[in-house]
């Protein structure tokens, strides 16, 4: 613990210097920096590698943190009350005066926040007189980083720091709601539709890829492991790996399950260190089984059909 402690001073220390150090969060690991510094945020996708177009999620503390940089509305203040600190961010206009870097959202009218739910992050947040642009740990287009091993794996030296809270709870990214247009989500995540619905009492749509994206992010390939994913398969071909939602197959060595009992929340927290598991002991394709698509389901399959993506 003592140690933790410690690890949280330095990070605090590079991230006022405008260095990025890498964060756990219940999601999954992020790579952050002072999304106040246009320095600071210009390294994250830097290393990331990711297009200057796409936008970073911010991340705060305190609604009084928040309310410095966007503009809130009643259904921000009802969702807020059910979910966070959770794995849900939502999409707001950016207040005038905010000192948000210009590229953290793509130079946006909007911005897309949420605060953390993790000890160790928020303990950071909490030290820190600015808020954090965090995107995933991994290079762009590959897989999310669920342990602090895999942000190693992902870059290396390249980052000072790495903060080691475990395994991410949920293992999924959050859910993206956009609350400055007619309300949508824009990425299925760690909480449901249905769990948004139940609370805001209207439907709400999951919105369809078009030509004026909301979030670039949902373009092209995307959560690859690094090798093809082939959806829908009932058998895999030779060489190839199975994933498999519950174990209906068992003892083959080739087969990997998700969730043994078919545990939804089981297999979300497990689908990105199963991947890259798959890809390291050497499999040359993965043949993915059917998985059902109700609450997290949505946003496992959401993650492989990217993944499936050439
Ligand atoms: P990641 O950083 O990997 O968790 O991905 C963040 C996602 O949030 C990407 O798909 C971005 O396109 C999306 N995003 C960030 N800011 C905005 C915004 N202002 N409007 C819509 N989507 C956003
Ligand atoms: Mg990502």
């Known amino acids: 613990m003592k140690n933790i402690h410690s690890n949280i001073e330095k990070a605090k220390k590079y991230l006022t210097n405008n260095n990025v150090v890498a ?14 510094s246009n320095k600071a945020v210009k390294k994250i996708f830097s290393l990331k590698k990711r297009s200057l177009k796409n936008p970073l999620i911010v991340h705060y503390y ?6 410095q940089d966007c503009i809130i509305n009643e259904a921000f203040n009802k969702l807020f009350r059910k979910f966070c600190p959770g794995p849900l961010t939502f999409v707001l206009n950016k207040k005038k005066n905010s000192r948000l870097s210009k590229y953290v959202n793509a130079n946006k009218k909007t911005i897309a926040i949420r605060f953390p739910k993790n000890k160790i992050t928020q303990s950071l947040l909490s030290k820190l007189n600015f808020p954090l642009a965090a995107p995933s740990a991994n290079i762009s287009s590959k897989l999310s980083s669920v342990t602090a091993t895999d942000v190693k794996d992902e870059f290396g030296n390249k980052i000072k720091l790495i903060l080691n809270g475990g395994k991410t709870k949920i293992g999924l990214e959050s859910t993206i709601v956009d609350l400055t247009d007619k309300i949508s989500i824009l990425r299925p995540g760690g909480i449901t539709i249905e769990q948004l619905e139940a609370v805001l009492h209207c439907k709400i749509k999951l919105k369809k890829l078009s030509k004026n994206i909301k979030s670039p992010g949902q373009l092209g390939l995307h959560y690859s492991p690094g090798i093809p994913v082939r959806l829908n398969a009932n058998y895999p071909k030779k ?3 199975f994933l498999q939602f519950s174990e209906k197959a068992k003892n083959k060595n080739n087969y990997f399950t998700l969730s043994k ?6 297999a979300a927290k497990n689908l990105f260190s199963i991947l890259r598991l798959i890809k390291k ?3 040359s394709s993965i043949a993915v089984g059917r998985i059902p698509s109700h609450g997290l389901g949505l946003a496992i399959n959401d993650r492989l059909k990217k993944a499936s993506n050439r």
Not at 62 to 67: A, G, P
Not at 261 to 266: D, H, K, L, P
Request: charged share 20%; aromatic share 10%; net charge negative.
């Open 261 to 266: 009992s078919g545990n939804m929340r089981e």
């Open 281 to 283: 002991k050497g499999y």
């Open 62 to 67: 305190s609604i009084s943190d928040l309310k």
């Open 23 to 36: 964060i756990p969060t219940e999601t999954v690991y992020g790579l952050a920096g002072n999304a106040y």
């Open 239 to 241: 060489n190839e790996a």
